[in-house]
């Protein structure tokens, strides 16, 4: 797998990191909850940089948002019961199918 594959992966885990923590922070009146946001973030903007240095800025963030969204979904699920009603598992379900679209068929992915 490319290494800016792995740039775009850590960008996304630190940005689901990053935005579990902002719902633990309780509007940054949390320390440590809040720390972890700021730093989430920081990474996973830092790792988008990089992976743009070989990739679309429309193609990463298509991914990077779209795989976002399902983890935070899924981690809002387990973590904290947020139930996902059929229309939402449906979208999640094109989101993925999007994503899967790009990295596999369109050339514009950068691999």
């Given at each position: 797998m490319p290494q800016h594959i792995y740039y775009l992966l850590a960008a996304i885990v630190s940005e689901i990191i990053a935005t579990t923590a902002l719902a633990a922070s309780d509007q940054f009146s949390r320390l440590v909850p809040s720390i972890i946001v700021v730093v989430g973030y920081a990474?996973?903007?830092?790792?988008?940089?990089v992976t743009l240095k070989v990739m679309p800025v429309g193609i990463v963030y298509a991914v990077w948002s779209g795989l976002g969204i399902i983890g935070v979904a899924l981690i809002g699920l387990v973590l904290y019961g947020q139930k996902l009603d059929l229309a939402a598992v449906a979208g999640m379900i094109?989101?993925?199918s999007g994503v899967l679209v790009i990295n596999l068929f369109s050339s514009s992915s950068g691999h």
């Open positions: 990474i996973s903007f830092y790792m988008l940089s094109l989101i993925v």
